[in-house]
């Protein structure tokens, strides 16, 4: 099995900054494709940022230039940066990994909330 925390998020003022940050346990060498969605109030669940084949990032269009993934292979950890934050990024933020071997599978954290006030 796979365990994603996620830890990070707040409350912040527009133009504001978090970072974000997924601490993950259990079969690791099972996992690949980390990164970061996003579900706002009665939207479905977006993609903002993973790492995608050979450790390249992939933003989604609305946080290009705000938002950067990173991680610390000697923690287990992949970190979400937001600067510029916009009220708009309101949101839970998951943390979400894919089953290297079975492409089916995904794993997910609880979530954390963050909200940026106008």
């Known amino acids: 099995q796979v365990q994603l925390v996620e830890s990070g998020g707040g409350l912040v003022q527009a133009g504001g900054s978090l970072r974000l940050s997924c601490s993950a346990s259990?079969?690791?060498?099972?996992?690949?494709?980390m990164g970061w969605y996003r579900q706002a109030p009665g939207k479905e669940r977006e993609l903002v940022a993973r790492?995608?084949?050979?450790?390249?990032?992939i933003y989604a269009d609305a946080v290009k230039g705000r938002f950067t993934i990173s991680r610390d292979n000697a923690k287990n950890t992949v970190y979400l940066q937001m600067n510029s934050l916009e009220p708009e990024d309101t949101a839970v933020y998951f943390c979400?990994?894919?089953?290297?071997?079975?492409?089916?599978?995904?794993?997910w954290g609880r979530g954390t909330q963050v909200t940026v006030s106008s």
């Open positions: 259990g079969r690791l060498f099972s996992i690949t494709a």
């Open positions: 979400n990994a894919k089953d290297l071997y079975r492409p089916s599978v995904q794993y």
């Open positions: 790492f995608g084949s050979g450790g390249t990032p």
